[in-house]
Each structure stands twice: as C-alpha cells, then as structure tokens.
Nanobody, 121 residues
Framework: VQLQASGGGLVQAGGSLRLSCAAS????????MGWYRQAPGKEREFVAA????????YYTGSLKGRFTISRDNAKNTVYLQMNSLKPEDTAVYYC???????????????WGQGTLVTVSS
C-alpha cells in the first residue's frame, strides 16, 4: 500500500491541526494504521494506532487526550487530530500501515513520506 501524508504546517502553541494520510494500491481496511513522529535530533517515536475497522485505538501515554486518531475506510484515509499543540510537538509526522494490531514497528509494510508540523511558542 502507498501512503501520502498531508496537513502539516505552522501553528501557534495551543492551536490545532488535522493530519491526513491517504492510502492507495491495496485494500485499506486490511491494514492497521499508525502515526509516528520524529523531532529534530531525536529518534522516531510512536504516536497513535488504530485497528482495521477503527473500533480500537491507543496512544503513547503523554499524548492521549490531546491527539485523536481516526479512519474512514470508504475514503482510504487515516487522520490524526492534534489539539492543544505544544512546541515540543514539533516534528515530522509519518503514517504507517501494518497488518498487525497492536502495531509492531518491525511489521510495518509502508511508510508515508512525512509531513512537517511546527508549533511556535
């Protein structure tokens, strides 16, 4: 499956953004989806994941309550709604597809190209 992430940009602290990741090439609903991020000078880290139907989600603990992952299988798209953004959320955000849920990073089949989110203070 090919993934195309979009929706990043510059936002002030406290603001919101919604990232999208459009999938093509394979049956989208066969994949659990995840979002990861990589801040400057840091390793890529897990953000959130959603199962094939969208009925189950989980988040890295520090982001739960501010970020929401969702999917629309009819549109072959997964979303990441980010609220109350902080400067430390600045990173390149990547979507990922995997047949496994919960996500195992080593099982990820495809990565999106990344979309940059910059949060100014």
């Amino acid at each position: 499956v090919q993934l195309q992430a979009s929706g990043g940009g510059l936002v002030q602290a406290g603001g919101s953004l919604r990232l999208s990741c459009a999938a093509s090439g394979r049956t989208f609903s066969n994949y659990a989806m995840g979002w990861y991020r990589q801040a400057p000078g840091k390793e890529r880290e897990f953000v959130a994941a959603i199962n094939w139907s969208g009925g189950s989600t989980y988040y890295t603990g520090s982001l739960k309550g501010r970020f929401t992952i969702s999917r629309d299988n009819a549109k072959n798209t997964v979303y990441l709604q980010m609220n109350s953004l902080k400067p430390e959320d600045t990173a390149v955000y990547y979507c990922a597809a995997t047949p496994l849920f919960p996500i195992v990073t080593t099982s990820i089949n495809s990565w999106g190209q990344g979309t940059l989110v910059t949060v100014s203070s």
